[in-house]
């Protein structure tokens, strides 16, 4: 693909009008000089973009082989480069790795030879060293989110990834936050450093709108007022601990907020059911822990709700990242008790005035689980026209967003058809295999975190 047509469809596929200013800064050192790259540059800004199409630039489709190696420090980052380049370039071949995802698919996907490989630094090594794959003549290397490696303590992982392929013509590393000391193996060539952190126009903060919210009692009463308060649009409440999310989240599931939860400690299936319930609307609040900061493939997040003050200054910067995502404006709301002071780096929040008038915090969608995916050759054409030949009740234009995931599908319905539908279609074949619709719902067991059809 030519830049020109990767830029093209980039612009369609993500609904943007141009590049922002650290992008084209990337795009023009990758195309005019031949050397690796540092990009620093503040959370929400763009910077997976700003990766894929460089590396999609690498790619000789003619040459059956991976030539691009991703790496990023958590299965969600994972996600969301896989999700953006799969949109950019739908026929590039991409295989995910990553910890909790099933090994054996990822292994009979690498031996087809991808021509991009997107992984978590363990789950790569663990397939290096057991001759799954081989990096050693990559032409491309991304070391996303890079600060957050090192933060999260893949230093050893990465050097004998580095030791690996040697001969990787070139390098892109990208992070949130100046790294002071760059590991010497990282060994970047003729590196030019873009340094977008102080840059207005990408800095988050000049997008927002900070609010204070003072708790003269218990602060889940203060939240859930706060919650009636705003409109329906996205949004995300963040807790400092596990316990204090699951307690948010129980508190406004058992006063009918349309919430969900999103937790590390969860099975895989339930984050990813989490998120897309989120997305697709059937949620219109997601409570996290700050695992959500970051990575998430989260769209049109209006909202940022501080339940408890962050721990750090970076902390907060992340999470304010997302909202007000690229050119987007967004709201940012810090609960506090009446008599606990703001941090320092918290200026220009104004006393909230909380509306009289209640938003609705329930929705009229709802979401259909089906027991089939990627691997069984389902997609999102095949389900559409499943639903509306089979279902009498619902038309093509009433079925909202499809995620497919590698083993299910979640499909948004209009919730006051959602039983009819799944009586309807649960007779007939999808693809020519019977399989099992049900409503998903959010979590609502914790003791033995389980999948909940």
């Not at 460089?54 to 896989?82: F, G, M, N, W, Y």
């Not at 203060?222 to 996205?234: N, P, V």
């Not at 404006?329 to 909230?352: F, K, Q």
């Amino acid at each position: 693909m030519t830049l020109h047509k990767i830029i093209e469809q980039a612009k369609q596929a993500l609904g943007i009008t141009s590049l922002n200013v650290m992008q084209k800064e990337v795009l023009e050192q990758w195309c005019n000089h031949n050397r690796d790259l540092i990009v620093y540059s503040p959370t929400g800004t763009g910077k997976t973009l700003a990766t894929v199409v460089p590396a999609l630039l690498s790619i000789d489709c003619d040459k059956l082989a991976t030539q691009v190696v991703i790496i990023a420090p958590s299965r969600e980052l994972v996600l969301q480069t896989h999700s953006v380049m799969k949109k950019v370039s739908p026929l590039t071949s991409v295989t995910c790795c990553y910890g909790g995802h099933n090994s054996s698919d990822e292994q009979l996907s690498l031996a087809s030879h991808p021509l991009v490989v997107v992984s978590t630094p363990g789950r790569l090594l663990d397939h290096i060293n057991k001759g799954h794959i081989d990096i050693s003549f990559i032409k491309c290397l991304v070391l996303d989110e890079f600060d957050k490696s090192l933060e999260l303590g893949f230093s050893d992982e990465m050097y004998d990834i580095m030791n690996h392929c040697p001969a990787t013509t070139r390098k892109i590393l990208t992070s949130a936050t100046m790294i002071e000391l760059m590991p010497k193996y990282v060994k970047l060539n003729n590196c030019k450093t873009i340094n977008m952190l102080t840059e207005k126009e990408l800095m988050v903060e000049n997008r927002l709108t900070m609010w204070h919210i003072k708790s003269y009692g218990n602060q889940l009463d203060a939240l859930l007022k706060l919650l009636y308060s705003i409109d329906d649009r996205r949004t995300i409440v963040f807790a400092n601990t596990r316990e204090s999310a699951q307690q948010a989240y129980e508190f406004l599931i058992k006063k009918n907020i349309s919430a969900v939860l999103y937790l590390g400690t969860l099975e895989q299936i339930e984050r990813e059911k989490a998120v897309a319930m989120f997305n697709n609307g059937t949620a219109l609040v997601l409570v996290a822990t700050d695992l959500a900061a970051r990575g998430l493939d989260i769209t049109d997040v209006k909202h940022i709700v501080h339940y408890q003050l962050p721990l750090t200054q970076e902390i907060f910067t992340h999470r304010n990242g997302r909202t007000a995502r690229v050119n987007a404006t967004g709201e940012v709301y810090i609960i506090t008790s009446e008599h606990e002071p703001l941090p320092h780096y918290i200026i220009e929040c104004e006393e909230c005035a909380f509306d009289k008038r209640q938003h609705s915090k329930t929705t009229n969608i709802a979401t259909i689980y089906i027991n089939a995916g990627k691997k069984e050759k389902v997609s999102r054409g095949d389900i559409v026209g499943f639903l509306a030949r089979n279902a009498s009740s619902i038309n093509a234009n009433e079925i909202g967003r499809i995620d497919i995931f590698d083993h299910y599908a979640l499909v948004a319905v209009p919730a006051s058809k959602i039983h009819e539908i799944i009586n309807n279609v649960s007779p007939f074949k999808l693809k020519k295999q019977k399989v099992k619709l049900s409503v998903a719902r959010p979590l609502l067991r914790f003791a033995k975190p389980t999948a909940t059809w």
